[in-house]
């Protein structure tokens, strides 16, 4: 195979010179990723330009016909090397990739690798004419099946065969047409397989039916699944030959078989488990009712004559897979399990402590029949085991001879095993009438030793041992004197005594050592299980050397010496040092291996060792380990080992005396505190102890007293704090980072001897303190004498310690030192600590060579050359092979998140320094340079101009220091370049005092944190007032200094001020102001203000990468457009920016790369310009002044009470709203306005407006909207006319009006509400009475309390308040009306005496008497409203009736899990069958929940066990409770349990902000009717995440804790919130419970959110006269504004893709990607939504069938049915997301109206948006791709063409712009697209090149034309 290999590369060289290799990973044989071999590695190829025809060179390349299909976006995964080909572009008929035109340089990223599915020819095969597993080889071509020639036919090619289809190799090639001469074609001949091939098309062969064969020589094979199953020959009696059945190794092609495979696990080659293959896994089968029977079939299924034995009880320990079988029932005939009798496949009641085994007789000889001949192939066959090599040989004839006459004698001790040892050692054992007996060691040598290893299928063996080395046996003494020469094939063949003959005891029991190279590995020096690895070579034991031993290497020798794992693997001799060779070095296991020997290592005896490195191990032993988990080192959650699984303790009964035995156990000195209730987190694994009592004696918990069941859950699982003698450490003497180690002991701080002091030592002193590591350890009192007792010596510590007491030491106070040995560390946390110029220790220099100081030079914050600071100065980095791992490790140094980029080519300018680093090779996971691979320092052949350059993301001014005193200064309650000044100093941030704070002081500041100056210096408290101390007072700078500690200043933390005068800055970035000009609000030509001007941005280079960047510095989402050629008007002041090249992630322009400031070769013709989307809000830029004009704007009440705080979320002008006139929950709308209350007029009101009011005011809906003053008439101002809300908005301000009391009613028409009042009120949904609208207040809300869904105390709502009824007079008709009033058919029962509870509100209701026709309980007779002579323990209840009134949820969570029905007094399950989110809301609303957020199939929370009683399921959503909804009728089903539904059910109803700003701020939920807050105990950046998704935001910036927008003053409902952070609400994520907390408000959780343009208002900053004029318009804030504002809908963001600007394939946004929607039901309903979303007017077509082209990411919804009027798809009715059952060649698509929905006013859109004559203005491009087809334009209802006559590339640019792209390329001709099918609409078409539409060019007339389809115009239009 190398050398074809190498003929191969040879052959691709000599024809492409340098070709590069290439292949496909990350797929199949055929499908992958693209990956090209250059320059020693393989890379992949940009997906820019990739299509079909480079698809295809790839696939010929690779040796396939063609390719059916090319990938983009990362389809196969992202690979890992470089990029290494962009922009390739083939013709077709290349023969290398690299023969095509290409870029070798990039712009690309590993989500754009390309991939290829390439088709396979011959990807059908099968056997023929023989059996499951054997036959004539068959492919499918051409239509037919045809053979393969046997010329060249080897194993090697049958391997091919079998493995592609599905077993696991070949036993055997046949030739000669053995299985029969095949009928079809004769498709391949010469076939030359390496054997590594997926399918037989991938081997080298003439060619597709290129032969000289006829069939007499076809091919054929013979499979085998399993090794030892020995397949007969033709001349074997059908009797033994499989007749049926599933497992006799048989298959369907293009499926799989069910049970075919079965393997004895556990045991050795003839017994052990049994184990089925199902369902892609092995699995167990129980011992229910096995026996012998059972055991025989199994056996002959492995090829053995018969069972011995059957066993059970796990006999063979225990399997960790599925249960396949149970209650297996056979006769012994059988020829496969599945014959037998059964329960069913993984039906079972069982556990794996019942796993069933086998012992099979030892020998295949019973596979030759009784009678017959012997045929050369069963010579062959048989000769083939070593059983038959030398007995076989001396009998068989030169001719037939029969069988019988030769036939052996079947083996009396056929059977034997080692015991007590382990796979290749132990006692020997033999198997003897029905049991296992031993072997006397009297005479036992090598000789007999080797027969017994040969007989067990060993080679030979190492040793033989007596006297019972491996432990006494306990049955018979089967041999004695036994005497081998050595060459018997089993021990029964030698002399001995006499069975069962013997003078011995079990103290002789013999033994062995077998070898198979370094099969026999022990362990010495230690005890049992832990101990020096020795291996066995080359007759002695040596040992292996501890380089690069780690945990993978030591389960490995732990698996091979039968424990189950590791638990530490040792270095350093840590057991003594050996004295034999050493065997290994350089060990490199994966953790799989069976042995060491099939590790990569040097070779055998190939070390560079001595044996102070001999390496150790660890083992778990049998006995329960412990472990802490969910805490620090030496706190958590008690966690035991038992059974190959952790589990936890149950805290009943959980105590000190407990604790302390965990703590001691662990090696503790004791314990400090015994923690309950899952303090430390709940556990996942099962629950091992229960009701545990010490005495505190205990070694280990396990003997303690306890119970092995257990009555709980995780929620009461046990911890600890253990009590850490040393647990306090300082560094004295020294700075933050850096001192004199010392230790708290007995009652004072003592210090530590330097004796055997390192830096591993001083690397644990170093964490322990909160540091990352330790840059130098210190000895000899480097810093200073200590006075207190030495505690420490000869600490030796491994580095893994959490603390030093964990570290080998002499003892506490044992030591012979004095205080002049003190030792001392230098400690690094991160390495953006910035080296202080004057005053520096010399200890915190570099001087030991390593690179912990890097920094970026030449450019900016986050980008610019690396420079490492060695031998006391900065050198650079050279750039060979520096690619983005290198650059991610020095973003990482520097306290950035990741590398955006890494540079070459001296991008930032040379350095001047030496070179420090060369060849630098990181893996990316390092923590600096230095652990990276490279030359070795200033060691190169490099020049400045190869100097390594980086653009990291984020910024690192938030990051926290580790030393210096105030070397980090932040900005904070501003923006990016404003703030308050605050520093870091004591481990938290302060502020700066602004007595005497000037310009000069904020110059110091601004520079510090690295820009060019400051524009203003702010006092009092301008940006809020900080919370930490205050720092710096009476600051007084020169103004060169480089940091505010420099300069004069009272001292720190010495002042005379409050935080009313914390000081800030604004400072001036470059290019910080940007604006856009001759546009609209959201568009226009790109501006940035630079040297006192505006100044414009040339387009050279100019793309939506650009775009983006300018968008979102606006405080706009993304960019829809980037234009060029001064779209939007010349500019006239400098044009300051020029081939600005972003890639989209910067924070602004001047991030970007570019020419330099004023640097260019353009005119203002090439003016740049963008289109932003979103909302315009965010147009007043983040920095700058506030102009004259815009101060006296703001001073106008009316237009900061009506428009501008319209803008502003949290100063809404209308956000106060009332009822008035009714009762709680109803009343007349009124909104308090210019300090009065006024009201709203009822024209056009509707539920839409009335849900927004309810909403608004805090409840979920709205039953009614009221008109015509239903609850009287208001007295103040008519504030609201004419409202039209689409129901989603958050409050009336919102919603279109005709502004602020602009109106034409009077108060007879004030509308009204009425509020849905509590969530679980089941008002009836239809045939409501009408005495149940609270028209006069009486009692039209009743409700269950103290109950379940359909059960409880009967309340009703009275005067604001829920109140209870008396149960006087209380009866069965009383409690028919309640019932019926909540939806329920009837009433079971009426209870009394306070069943449910004593209420706590008044009593309403006293003597009610019901004739019960009434519709409710107001209507009966009773004693009056609140009239009564009665205690709450008389209130009344009622039971009513619902066939399934009980639901829970199972096998989940609280809100979450399987549901299930209590029906016939038991509980069972809801079948899957058509489960979707409408059934799950029901199950929700029952449960008490607001609603569903997922229908779950496919039993996701486990099978269910009781009878499934519904199916087919199908609500509106409407429903109360599931027996509502339609079904198949109860328990009928065609189920079974693994199609168990489930729901996950929406806890918190709303979640919000609340103390902070539009997108930061306190996180709130409202659970129970109220607002609470969230503790934050483990609150991180995942829980910020899911929070800001939830309320719309793309992401978290910060996830803050400690109140920091305020403590709030509702319950504490979440703590311990666990998210993943892909959770779409706070209630998926795990926690506590709710109002579960040991927590107060001053642990309050907060975050900062991301990206949304609603809150990117700033405090300040310019605006623009254009921007002026736009705000004061009313009707633009109030139509306009608020209509771009985006909701918070989950897929609130779609777009087209395939096709153009306004048509193709409708994609969603949803977890992070792009995804589509399926055409089930797709029409244009669906499709008027999607283009409004999109902001075009409609929908001309929805389309179906994938017609823009397969999508590739997620199918997002189904069965999506809208209304129409739905703002976006997620409103509109569907299946769930990503429930589906579609494929992509159903994408759906949709084509828009081709003029955008212009929300902005019509006197400021530009009259290039607006089409001039609306006739042609949609066109399309038809028959081609994205940017080139056929053209089409809509006219008259239909889709038509335009003729070519006198068609150019004038009249193509006018289509191409049209489209939105910048120009054409070519005006093609001649239908070169096709020819269309519709109307020829226009003909002469004759352009100037102007024109915006097709229709205002010249031509002949609409639909006038002499033309055919044949001359069809198109067009190619140019793409950047």
């Not at 491996?470 to 081998?484: K, R, T």
């Not at 918990?701 to 911890?719: F, I, P, R, V, Y």
Request: proline share 2%; with cysteine.
């Amino acid at each position: 195979m190398q050398l074809w290999w190498l003929l191969v590369v040879a052959c691709s060289v000599l024809i492409s010179g340098n070709a590069k290799l290439i292949r496909l990973a990350g797929g199949a044989g055929n499908t992958g990723r693209v990956e090209v071999y250059h320059n020693g590695q393989w890379g992949t190829v940009c997906d820019d330009g990739w299509g079909l025809e480079e698809a295809n060179v790839v696939c010929r390349q690779l040796g396939f016909e063609s390719a059916s299909w090319s990938r983009t976006m990362a389809h196969y995964g992202q690979g890992t090397g470089p990029i290494l080909l962009d922009d390739v572009v083939c013709d077709g008929s290349e023969t290398f990739l690299t023969q095509c035109s290409h870029s070798d340089t990039h712009d690309c990223q590993h989500t754009e690798d390309a991939g290829v599915d390439c088709y396979s020819v011959l990807n059908n095969v099968r056997l023929a004419g023989g059996g499951g597993n054997y036959g004539r080889v068959e492919v499918y071509y051409n239509g037919q099946w045809g053979t393969v020639c046997d010329d060249g036919w080897d194993l090697i090619d049958a391997n091919v065969v079998c493995r592609q289809l599905g077993f696991e190799s070949a036993l055997e090639s046949k030739s000669s047409a053995f299985y029969g001469q095949g009928s079809g074609t004769i498709v391949l001949d010469d076939v030359d397989c390496t054997g590594d091939e997926d399918s037989l098309d991938q081997c080298r062969h003439n060619g597709l039916e290129e032969h000289n064969c006829v069939h007499y020589e076809d091919a054929g094979v013979v499979c085998s699944n399993t090794p030892n199953t020995l397949l007969p020959t033709t001349d074997t009696p059908s009797s033994l030959l499989p007749t049926t059945g599933v497992w006799n190794n048989v298959r369907l092609a293009g499926g799989g078989g069910v049970l075919n495979n079965v393997r004895l696990a556990g045991g050795g080659g003839n017994y052990g488990r049994v184990e089925v293959y199902y369902n892609e896994q092995w699995g167990t089968v129980c011992d229910d009712g096995w026996d012998l029977n059972d055991a025989h079939v199994v056996c002959r299924q492995l090829g053995f004559e018969s069972a011995l034995e059957g066993n059970s009880n796990a006999m063979y320990g225990l399997g960790s897979g599925p249960i396949v079988l149970d209650d297996v029932d056979c006769t012994g005939d059988e020829h496969s399990l599945d014959q037998c009798r059964h329960n069913g496949l993984e039906e079972h009641n069982c556990v794996h402590y019942e796993d069933a085994g086998v012992v099979c007789s030892n020998t295949p000889s019973t596979l030759l029949p009784t009678t017959g001949y012997i045929t050369e192939e069963l010579t062959t066959l048989l000769l083939s085991t070593s059983y038959f090599t030398e007995a076989l040989t001396t009998l068989l004839p030169s001719t037939k001879v029969p069988i019988r006459l030769w036939r052996w004698r079947v083996d009396i001790l056929n059977t034997v095993r080692l015991a007590g040892g382990g796979g290749n050692y132990g006692r020997v054992e033999v198997y003897y009438k029905g049991q296992w007996g031993t072997v006397c060691d009297d005479l036992w040598d090598s000789d007999d030793a080797n027969v017994v290893c040969r007989q067990l299928g060993f080679e030979f063996a190492l040793e033989g041992n007596r006297n019972a080395l491996y432990g006494q046996g306990s049955g018979p003494i089967v041999l004695d004197d036994v005497e081998c020469t050595g060459d018997e094939d089993s021990l029964d063949q030698c002399r001995h005594n006499g069975l069962e003959e013997h003078n011995c005891g079990h103290h002789e029991d013999a033994g062995v050592v077998c070898q198979n190279i370094l099969n026999t590995v022990r362990l010495a020096g230690g005890g049992g299980n832990y101990g020096r690895v020795e291996v066995y070579y080359k007759g002695q034991w040596g040992t292996v050397c501890d380089d690069w031993w780690d945990s993978d290497d030591a389960n490995v020798v732990c698996r091979q010496l039968g424990f189950e794992f590791a638990l530490e693997g040792n270095r350093y001799a840590l057991y003594g040092q050996g004295s034999g060779p050493i065997v290994l070095d350089d060990v490199e296991c994966t953790g799989d291996e069976d042995s060491l020997d099939q590790c990569r290592h040097n070779g055998l005896e190939e070390h560079n060792c001595g044996h102070h490195e001999d390496a150790g191990v660890v083992c778990q032993s049998n006995a329960k380990e412990i472990r802490l988990a969910g805490g620090a080192g030496n706190t958590g959650r008690v966690e035991v080992y038992h059974n190959g699984q952790w589990g936890t303790v149950c805290d009943d009964g959980w105590g000190i005396e407990e604790a302390d035995v965990v703590c001691r156990q662990l090696g503790f000195e004791s314990a400090s505190w015994s923690r309950t209730k899952a303090h430390y987190g709940q556990g996942t694994g099962p629950i091992l102890l229960d009701d545990v009592v010490c005495d505190g004696s205990e070694t280990s918990l396990t003997q303690c007293s306890h119970s092995d069941t257990d009555n709980c859950q995780h929620t009461e699982d046990a911890g600890v704090d253990c009590y850490s003698v040393l647990n306090n450490v300082r560094l004295a003497g020294g700075g933050g980072n850096y001192g004199r180690v010392e230790v708290y002991y007995n009652g004072q701080w003592g210090t530590v001897c330097d004796d055997g002091w390192d830096l591993i030592d001083a690397n644990v002193v170093c964490r322990q303190l909160g540091f990352d590591s330790a840059l130098e350890s210190k000895s000899s009192a480097f810093y200073g004498q200590g006075s207190g007792t030495i505690v420490l010596d000869d600490v030796d510590c491994t580095g893994d310690e959490d603390s030093l007491d964990q570290c080998g030491h002499a003892g506490l106070e044992e030591h012979n030192c004095g205080h002049h040995e003190d030792a001392g560390v230098v400690c690094q946390n991160t390495p953006n600590t910035l080296l202080p110029t004057t005053d520096t220790p010399s200890s915190l220099l570099p001087t030991t060579g390593v690179l912990n100081n890097v920094r970026l030079a030449g450019g900016g914050g986050n980008f610019g050359r690396v420079e490492v600071y060695y031998k006391g100065q900065w050198g650079t980095v050279c750039d060979d092979l520096w690619d983005s791992d290198d650059a991610n490790v020095v973003c990482r140094q520097l306290g950035f998140e990741f590398a955006l980029e890494g540079n070459r080519n001296a991008l930032y300018g040379q350095g001047s320094g030496p070179i420090v680093l060369d060849d630098v090779e990181c893996t990316g996971d390092e923590d600096s340079l230095d652990q990276c691979r490279h030359n070795g320092l200033e060691e190169h052949n490099c020049g400045h101009y190869e100097d390594a350059g980086v653009v990291c993301s984020n910024t690192p001014n938030t990051l926290l220091p580790t030393t210096g005193v105030l070397n980090n200064v932040r900005l904070a309650g501003g923006g990016g370049n404003y703030g308050r000044v605050e520093v870091y100093y004591n481990g938290q941030w302060g502020t700066v005092c602004d007595d005497g704070w000037d310009l000069i002081d904020a110059n110091v500041v601004c520079r510090q944190l690295g820009f060019d100056s400051a524009l203003e210096y702010n006092s009092n408290a301008l940006y809020d007032q900080g919370s930490g101390p205050i720092v710096l007072d009476d600051v007084d700078c020169t103004g060169d200094e480089d940091s505010l500690d420099q300069c004069g200043h009272a001292g720190l933390e010495k002042h005379n001020c409050g935080h009313h005068e914390d000081a800030g800055v604004v400072c001036n970035s470059v290019l910080n102001n940007v604006r856009l000009a001759g546009g609209g609000g959201h568009y226009g030509r790109v501006e940035v203000y630079y040297k006192g001007q505006w100044g414009t941005v040339c387009d050279d280079l100019w793309d939506s990468d650009d775009a983006n960047v300018v968008c979102r510095q606006l405080g706009f989402e993304f960019a829809l457009e980037g234009n060029r050629d001064a779209l939007y008007g010349q500019g006239s002041g400098p044009i300051v920016l020029d081939d600005v090249e972003c890639t989209g992630d910067e924070d602004s322009l001047d991030q970007c790369r570019h020419n330099g400031l004023e640097e260019h070769n353009c005119g203002h013709y090439e003016d740049a310009g963008v289109v932003c989307s979103n909302t315009p809000s965010t147009l007043l830029p983040t920095t700058g002044y506030i102009t004259e004009e815009l101060t006296t704007l703001l001073l106008s009440t009316s237009y900061s009470t009506e428009a501008l705080t319209t803008l502003l979320p949290s100063t809404n002008i209308l956000n106060t709203v009332r009822l008035a006139g009714g009762g709680g929950n109803y009343g007349r709308v009124e909104v308090y306005y210019k300090g009065q209350w006024g009201t709203v007029c009822d024209d056009l009101w509707d539920s839409d407006d009335a849900n927004v009011v309810c909403r608004q005011l805090g409840f979920e809906f709205a039953l009614e909207g009221n008109r015509n003053a239903l609850y009287g008439q208001g007295s103040g101002p008519i504030v609201l006319d004419d409202v039209e809300c689409t129901g989603d908005e958050d409050s009336l301000d919102q919603c279109r009006h005709n502004g602020l009391e602009e109106h034409n009613c009077r108060h007879h028409e004030d509308a009204g509400v009425v509020c849905q009042n509590t969530p679980n009120t089941l008002l009836p949904t239809t045939d409501t009475p009408s005495s149940l609208l609270p028209t006069t207040g009486v009692l039209n809300n009743v409700r269950l309390a103290g109950g379940g869904g359909n059960y409880g105390r009967v309340e009703v709502y009275y005067n604001g308040q829920w109140g209870t009824v008396c149960d006087d007079g209380w009866d069965l008709i009383d409690a028919n009306v309640v019932c019926r009033q909540l939806g329920f058919d009837s009433a079971l029962e009426y209870n009394s005496n306070a069943l449910y509870g004593q209420g706590s509100g008044p009593i309403m209701l006293d003597d009610v008497d019901c004739t019960g026709d009434e519709d409710s309980l107001d209507q009966c007779g009773h004693a009056g409203l609140e009239e009564h002579n009665c205690g709450h323990h008389e209130d009344a209840g009622v039971v009513c009736n619902s066939v399934l009134n009980n639901v829970r949820l199972a096998g989940g969570g609280g809100n979450y899990g399987r549901v299930e029905v209590y029906y016939n007094e038991q509980w069972g399950t809801v079948c899957d069958d058509g489960w979707d989110l409408n059934d799950a809301h029901v199950v929700c609303r029952q449960l008490g929940f607001e609603s569903a957020l997922e229908g779950n199939s496919n039993a996701m929370y486990g099978l269910g066990s009781g009878p499934i009683v519904l199916d087919d399921v199908d609500c509106t959503g409407d429903e109360h409770s599931l027996d509502q909804c339609r079904h198949a009728g109860l328990e009928e089903d065609n189920c079974d349990h693994f199609e168990d539904a489930g729901v996950v059910c929406r806890v918190f109803d709303n979640v919000r902000l609340a103390g902070g700003g539009g997108n930061y701020g306190r996180v709130e939920v409202h659970y129970n009717g109220q607002w609470g807050t969230v503790c934050d105990d483990g609150w991180d950046l995942n829980d910020a995440h899911v929070i800001c998704r939830q309320l719309g935001f793309e992401f978290a910036l910060e996830g803050n804790s400690n109140a920091l927008y305020g403590q709030g003053s509702g319950p504490i409902v979440l703590d311990n919130v666990n998210c993943m952070g892909d959770e779409d609400s706070l209630d998926q994520c795990r926690h506590n419970g709710l109002e579960e907390h040991n927590c107060v408000h001053y642990e309050d959780a907060g975050v900062v959110c991301s990206n949304t343009p609603s809150t990117l208002l700033p405090t300040t900053g310019y605006i623009t006269e254009e921007l002026t004029t736009l705000l004061l318009s009313t009707s633009y804030f109030t139509e306009a504004l608020t209509t771009l504002l985006p909701s918070t809908n989950i897929l609130n963001t779609v777009r087209l893709a395939g096709g153009g600007g306004n048509y193709g394939r409708v994609e969603v946004y949803y977890k992070g990607q792009w995804g589509t929607v399926c055409d089930d039901l797709w029409d244009s309903d669906d499709a008027n939504v999607v283009c409004r979303q999109l902001g075009f007017e409609f929908a001309l077509e929805g389309n179906r069938n994938a017609l823009y082209g397969q999508g590739s990411g997620p199918i997002v919804l189904d069965d999506v049915e809208c209304t129409g009027g739905e703002d976006s798809l997620d409103q509109c009715r569907h299946n769930g997301l990503e429930e589906h059952n579609c494929r992509h060649h159903e994408d759906a698509g949709v084509v828009c109206q081709n003029t955008p929905n212009t929300l902005l006013p019509t006197t400021d859109t530009p009259s290039s948006l607006l089409p001039t004559t609306g006739v042609l203005n949609n066109v399309r491009l038809a028959g081609g791709g994205a940017n080139y087809g056929r053209v089409e334009v809509y006219y008259n209802g239909q889709w038509g063409t335009v003729c070519d006559d006198g068609w150019d590339v004038t009249d193509a640019n006018v289509v191409c712009r049209q489209l939105g792209f910048d120009s054409a390329k070519e005006g093609n001709s001649y239908a070169l697209y096709g020819q269309g099918s519709g109307p020829i609409v226009l003909d002469d078409v004759d352009c100037t090149g102007d024109e915006d539409f097709l229709d205002q060019c010249g031509h002949a007339g609409l639909e006038n034309h002499d033309c055919g389809h044949h001359e069809d115009a198109g067009v190619v239009c140019t793409v950047l």
